[in-house]
């Protein structure tokens, strides 16, 4: 309650209170005028002076005056229970208005936060139309820098003299890797978007593993790292997104080679613990990722050791925010075990069959929806419908045709 009110409140129990107090000291002046006022609707006129009062008119004398003395020996009892009605009143008005004023609180911020939320998707929207926009208009231009770079590395327009050929090189490298940034944010801007498609295919997880050994034995033997694979010599079938796949394992490598300057990577291939699923794993030894950074690390344009000039090995921080996100697609889990200084383990859990899991996925909303449906049957009251043939009933003679 506000100052005002307060006063308001005090200024009302302290004229109560006064007044009763001045109604019990006048009790004998009040009995007076009660007793003229019997008396005039009793016979309808004035009471005249010196006449002797009535029976009856004692009668009502004597209640008056029972009444008074009950009066005026309870009149502290009467005194509390008026300004304790009152404070009670005043209590359930102040009550009333603060729940009012919270509901009306309430509403206003489910109100706004219903903009924010709007403001937020609208923004989401734009910035993924934003990079996918950009990463088209850059990728152009840059493709024509890299086919001419390629051109005069190969000797199309003349020869190239040792120490022009070594600046060339590091160009088109500093291009490649420009090209597979942009690369990056193209798929990003898709995937989230939704515009990527699935193509769900039977293939052999082996195999599509197995297509990355020659790229990436190749980085390891340039860093001096020893590239592992430990793969099943049973094929491994599976109803999956080959490319998506490929995506995931590269992009998971493409890390442990950037991260690993010493010791070795290890891919592994095989079965889950649970029947209908199988398991990719990529160990290695390098730098690790903190407690603290490992429940950010999917996170968009994350990256651990960008504050680190030391550690920093470039990159966006896209990477695994693809991997997060192809695998959100063909409903497959990734997880993370890493200790800082001594390397990490991604853990890829895939089903293996995708369209049977889909399937059992609508198979469990429909039966919950059945359900529902059900209930809601049961909750309304049964009508039988009245089903009208053709065929009169025997018994009204009025239709019968003799």
């Known amino acids: 309650m506000s100052l005002r009110s307060v006063l308001c409140t005090a200024f009302a129990l302290t004229t109560v209170a006064v007044g009763v107090l001045a109604f019990a000291a006048d009790t004998r002046s009040s009995d007076r005028f009660l007793l003229q006022w019997v008396?005039?609707?009793?016979t309808?006129?004035?009471?005249?002076?010196?006449?002797?009062?009535?029976?009856k008119e004692d009668i009502v004398t004597s209640q008056l005056e029972s009444l008074t003395r009950l009066l005026g020996a309870n009149k502290e009892l009467i005194i509390y229970g008026a300004i304790a009605s009152f404070g009670i009143l005043m209590m359930g008005l102040a009550i009333g208005s603060a729940s009012s004023n919270s509901k009306s609180n309430?509403?206003?911020?489910?109100?706004?936060?219903?903009?924010e939320k709007e403001k937020a998707e609208h923004l989401a929207k734009l910035k993924s139309e934003f990079l996918n926009q950009v990463s088209h208009e850059l990728r152009t231009?840059?493709?024509?820098?890299?086919?001419?770079?390629?051109?005069?590395?190969?000797?199309?327009?003349?020869?190239?003299?040792?120490?022009?050929?070594?600046?060339?090189?590091?160009?088109a490298k500093q291009s490649t890797h420009l090209k597979n940034m942009i690369d990056q944010i193209l798929i990003y801007s898709r995937l989230e978007a939704g515009k990527q498609p699935i193509r769900i295919e039977e293939l052999q997880l082996t195999k599509v593993v197995s297509d990355l050994k020659d790229t990436f034995e190749f980085l390891c033997r340039q860093k001096g790292i020893e590239l592992c694979w430990d793969l099943p010599r049973d094929p491994l079938p599976i109803h999956s997104d080959a490319t998506r796949l490929k995506e995931v394992v590269s992009n998971l490598l493409q890390n442990a080679v950037k991260y690993t300057d010493r010791g070795s990577i290890t891919v592994r291939v095989g079965n889950s613990p649970s029947a209908d699923s199988v398991m990719v794993e990529v160990q290695d030894t390098g730098m690790g990722i903190s407690e603290q950074h490992l429940s950010g690390i999917f996170e968009p344009f994350m990256q651990v050791h960008k504050t680190s000039s030391e550690n920093s090995r470039g990159g966006i921080g896209l990477g695994l925010s693809i991997v997060k996100?192809?695998?959100e697609q063909i409903r497959g889990t990734i997880s993370v075990e890493s200790e800082l200084g001594k390397g990490s383990v991604f853990r890829i859990v895939l089903p293996r069959n995708h369209d049977r899991q889909k399937s059992r996925r609508r198979w469990l909303?429909?039966?919950?929806?059945?359900?529902?449906?059900?209930?809601?049957r049961l909750a309304q009251p049964v009508l039988k419908p009245h089903i009208e043939?053709?065929?009169?009933?025997?018994?009204?003679g009025s239709h019968m045709v003799g």
């Open 39 to 42: 008396q005039s609707r009793g």
């Open 44 to 55: 309808g006129l004035h009471p005249q002076p010196g006449a002797r009062p009535s029976p």
């Open 106 to 115: 309430a509403a206003a911020q489910l109100t706004l936060l219903k903009q």
């Open 141 to 171: 231009p840059l493709a024509v820098i890299i086919g001419y770079i390629e051109c005069i590395t190969d000797g199309l327009y003349g020869e190239v003299e040792a120490k022009h050929h070594e600046i060339l090189q590091v160009v």
């Open 325 to 327: 996100k192809h695998l």
């Open 365 to 376: 909303l429909g039966l919950a929806k059945k359900r529902s449906n059900a209930n809601d």
């Open 389 to 396: 043939t053709g065929r009169q009933p025997a018994s009204d």
